[in-house]
């Protein structure tokens, strides 16, 4: 279940458009989902991947590519 809803989250909030408010959201609800323990290694995994990216583009400053954050 959290697998499915991860891959939502992440095309809904960290799309190819991205508002700093949605990237917020979506780095509040991953963490959340690591705090729950997930045995599961490979949604692990993804949870932290998807965590990295999120903050790596918090940090950007600048577009980059085809993403635009706004």
Same mark, same amino acid.
């Given at each position: *279940?959290?697998?499915?809803?991860?891959?939502?989250? *992440?095309?809904?909030? =960290?799309?190819?458009?991205?508002?700093?408010?949605?990237? $917020?959201?979506?780095?509040?609800?991953?963490?959340?989902? &690591?705090?729950?323990?997930?045995?599961?290694?490979?949604?692990?995994?993804?949870?932290? =991947? #998807?965590?990295?990216?999120? &903050?790596? =583009?918090?940090?950007? $400053?600048? #577009?980059?590519?085809?993403?635009? =954050?706004?």
């Amino acid at each position: *279940m959290i697998r499915q809803q991860l891959q939502q989250l *992440m095309w809904k909030n =960290v799309g190819i458009i991205r508002r700093r408010k949605d990237l $917020k959201e979506a780095l509040k609800q991953i963490k959340k989902w &690591e705090r729950q323990g997930v045995i599961d290694i490979e949604l692990r995994n993804m949870l932290l =991947v #998807s965590r990295l990216i999120v &903050e790596a =583009v918090l940090k950007r $400053k600048k #577009s980059l590519g085809c993403h635009y =954050v706004l």
